[in-house]
């Protein structure tokens, strides 16, 4: 995948522009089951942040690509879990974060059950703090 850089901005009445680009203090390589728009945005903007970023469609694809890349990160929705974690078995290294629709019983079980997890509602500054901490506390 291509890396672009994303500069967000800001627009407020009397305030001139302000710009703010997220960047990755600790870049890591990250996968990610992405089909719709909004999480193919996502993906973009974790890669325009720093991050190496892997994509796949399927959760039965994980494994192929854990295989042929040194993931530190898996990011796919808490429902596909089991999946996730069959295809994970074999490669230790690799940190699965769950995203859980927001408002869903899923929530808690995810948080419950998981060090750390995400919501599809959640934005793109806590995807990157929540990648961060986790490949802080894996080095």
Same mark, same amino acid.
């Given at each position: 995948?291509?890396?672009?850089?994303?500069?967000?901005? $800001?627009?407020?009445?009397?305030?001139?522009?302000?710009?703010?680009? +997220?960047?990755?203090?600790?870049?890591?390589? !990250?996968? *990610?089951?992405?089909?719709?728009?909004? &999480?193919?945005?996502?993906? &973009?903007? /974790?890669?325009? $942040?720093?991050?190496? !970023?892997?994509?796949?469609?399927?959760?039965? @694809?994980?494994?192929? @690509? /854990?295989?042929?890349?040194? !993931?530190?990160? *898996?990011?796919?929705? +808490?429902? $596909?879990? @089991? *999946?996730? @974690?069959?295809?994970?078995?074999?490669?230790?290294?690799?940190?699965?974060?769950?995203?859980?629709?927001?408002?869903?019983? #899923?929530?808690? #079980?995810?948080?419950?059950? +998981?060090?750390?997890?995400?919501?599809? #509602?959640?934005?793109?500054?806590? +995807?990157?703090?929540? !990648?961060?901490?986790?490949?802080?506390?894996?080095?």
């Amino acid at each position: 995948m291509k890396k672009k850089t994303i500069t967000l901005t $800001a627009l407020a009445v009397g305030k001139g522009v302000a710009f703010r680009e +997220y960047t990755a203090p600790l870049p890591g390589s !990250i996968l *990610v089951v992405a089909n719709t728009e909004a &999480e193919l945005a996502l993906v &973009e903007r /974790l890669a325009a $942040a720093g991050h190496d !970023i892997h994509v796949v469609s399927d959760p039965s @694809e994980i494994g192929e @690509e /854990l295989q042929n890349h040194d !993931i530190d990160v *898996v990011l796919a929705y +808490y429902s $596909a879990r @089991e *999946v996730v @974690e069959d295809e994970m078995s074999s490669m230790a290294s690799a940190t699965f974060i769950p995203v859980t629709m927001d408002g869903t019983p #899923e929530t808690s #079980e995810a948080s419950g059950r +998981y060090q750390r997890s995400l919501s599809n #509602e959640d934005s793109v500054l806590k +995807y990157l703090k929540t !990648i961060h901490w986790t490949l802080k506390t894996q080095s």
